[in-house]
């Protein structure tokens, strides 16, 4: 079966490549037409297919662990009064 | 001055107070751990946030209620480390970003994109391994995956954030993930992963 017409456009009119539509698939930055259209496409692409999964792996790895800890509790004291003491 | 954009904000001191208060100060986490993986140390880290703060109270009448405050303290964050962090402690980049965009906009860019690890490895990286990996990563490619990836901003945010065009937020973005992905296969390696294509 072929696929359906592609909704990715570049603006130069250059042919949009797999990984520029694997990239806007990651972040989120494409129309329910785009991540339906991408969906049909990893069936028939074995690169994108196995991408998408290690690229989404690792999206949610950094968000998971790379959070860091929370801002020290006497920083916001510091700054309120290096703010009030510049208001004086 | 960089900040001073947009029709300017009349704003009384009880405003004010409201605008950082809860505009401004709920964002001191992000802040922090922004400053964090962009200096790789605490106490500068603090010192970052600290005067990021503070210049935002400064020229809080640049900024109007209501609109992405996150965006706006990451800029002057990141203006901040440039200016005059980074101007102290290293030198500027040596990353050859005219050639990070032409590789990415050229023909080659989609052979690369069959990875050479595997979901299975990833999910045993169970420790420091993804953060000392980013840590490992150029400062302004570091910088575009903890933008994106960590603090989920869209490509326009970030094209302002770091006054670059939207085309090379991507092709940075692009060539963060690569190098980040080649990291974490040499941690796979080293846990017993055997390269992973057949």
């Not at chain 1, 690792?58 to 006497?74: F, S, Y």
């Not at chain 2, 052979?111 to 979901?119: A, E, G, N, S, W």
């Not at chain 2, 490509?155 to 085309?167: Q, S, T, V, W």
Request: hydrophobic share 35%; aromatic share 10%; proline share 3%.
């Amino acid at each position: 079966m072929s696929e359906p017409i592609s909704p990715f456009t570049s603006t130069s009119g250059k042919r949009v490549t797999c990984m520029e539509m694997l990239q806007l698939i990651l972040d989120g930055q494409v129309t329910s037409e785009q991540r339906e259209y991408f969906k049909a496409h990893m069936d028939n692409c074995m690169p994108c297919f196995k991408s998408y999964q290690v690229d989404m792996a690792i999206k949610q790895l950094v968000k998971d662990r790379c959070c860091g800890e929370d801002a020290p509790g006497e920083l916001i004291l510091q700054i309120r009064a290096q703010i009030n003491q510049k208001k004086a | 001055m960089e900040l001073e954009e947009g029709p300017r904000q009349s704003y009384n001191n009880r405003e004010k107070e409201e605008v950082f208060n809860n505009e401004f100060l709920p964002h001191i986490n992000s802040m922090y751990n922004f400053g964090y993986r962009l200096t790789l140390d605490r106490d500068d880290a603090k010192d970052l946030v600290q005067d990021t703060y503070f210049k935002a109270f400064r020229f809080i009448e640049s900024f109007q209620k209501g609109t992405n405050a996150k965006a706006w303290l990451f800029r002057i964050l990141k203006n901040s480390f440039i200016n005059d962090y980074r101007k102290k402690t290293k030198e500027p980049t040596k990353v050859d970003y005219q050639e990070v965009e032409s590789y990415y906009n050229s023909e080659d860019v989609d052979r690369q994109i069959t990875p050479d690890l595997r979901v299975d490895a990833l999910k045993d990286m169970i420790g420091d391994e993804i953060s000392n990996a980013l840590n490992a990563l150029d400062v302004d490619f570091r910088t575009v995956i903890i933008l994106c990836d960590l603090e989920g901003f869209k490509y326009e945010e970030m094209a302002k954030i770091l006054d670059i065009p939207i085309g090379t937020v991507r092709s940075r973005l692009h060539r963060a993930r690569q190098l980040l992905k080649e990291k974490l296969s040499h941690y796979a390696k080293s846990m017993g992963y055997k390269n992973t294509e057949p």
